[in-house]
């Protein structure tokens, strides 16, 4: 569950800086990310940063209507649940996203 709410925040966060991103950009940031969060804080699941899990998570996003294929997330959608995703993660993890995001 723990290394579900982090790729979730991973995405959001990603998505809430860059608002305009286009799917594919998205799918391939938050596994970079994702693979930095797992060396950096000793997360030993390959599935952490599997592509098809982060295609699945992208694809539901669209469906759901909080991106489109080219980009134009809702903001104020996606800004809200990167904020209550960020209270579920650890600080530490919370901290790393940030910065990276931020540095990106």
Do not use: C
Not at 4 to 22: G, M, V
Not at 37 to 60: M, Y
Request: no cysteine; hydrophobic share 40%; charged share 25%.
């Amino acid at each position: 569950m723990r290394e579900t709410l982090q790729r979730y925040a991973i995405t959001f966060s990603i998505l809430s800086a860059k608002p305009t991103i286009n799917r594919g950009t998205l799918e391939k940031e938050s596994r970079t990310l994702a693979q930095r969060l797992s060396v950096l804080h000793g997360i030993n699941a390959p599935e952490f940063f599997d592509k098809a899990v982060f295609t699945s998570l992208v694809l539901t996003l669209r469906d759901e209507g909080y991106i489109s294929d080219s980009g134009d997330a809702d903001v104020a959608q996606t800004l809200a649940t990167w904020h209550m995703l960020a209270d579920l993660v650890t600080s530490d993890v919370r901290m790393t996203i940030e910065t990276a995001v931020a540095h990106d």
